[in-house]
């Protein structure tokens, strides 16, 4: 009975790989989340990763790249970068930076530009994550 109603169970997980590369459309636009390969389980406010560990550097919040913590605003700013992925049809994030950049100019408070045709109440949204 309980693995029956087991999408009604809430688990305090951390996605950290949110991209549209794992994410599956269905019928009606039904979109469900793949790969859990670097998710992790919450036991706490935050999760820190051990020295070394790899990240989809386009899609991780700063204060992640910075400290190897992750927490929900985390996973709420890849949201973010996922969105901008959709406005793009696919683009990959940052355009034409290199990807040893990214941090960098992050901390300098850059963000990408409102996706040509994406509706600005969409961007306002992405801004917001």
Not at 67 to 77: A, E, L, T
Request: charged share 25%; proline share 5%.
């Amino acid at each position: 009975e309980m693995v029956k109603n087991s999408h009604c169970l809430f688990l305090p997980l951390l996605f950290r790989d949110l991209a549209a590369r794992n994410c599956l459309v269905g019928e009606n636009h039904l979109v469900k989340v793949a790969d859990f390969g670097l998710s992790r389980l919450m036991t706490g406010d935050t999760y820190t990763a051990h020295a070394g560990a790899k990240f989809p550097i386009k899609w991780t919040a700063p204060e992640s790249l910075a400290y190897n913590k992750f927490s929900i605003k985390s996973d709420v700013w890849a949201f973010g970068v996922l969105l901008w992925e959709i406005a793009t049809y696919g683009m990959s994030p940052y355009p034409g930076i290199d990807l040893s950049q990214v941090y960098e100019l992050l901390e300098k408070d850059y963000r990408m530009e409102r996706p040509e045709g994406c509706p600005e109440k969409v961007y306002e949204l992405m801004r917001a994550c």
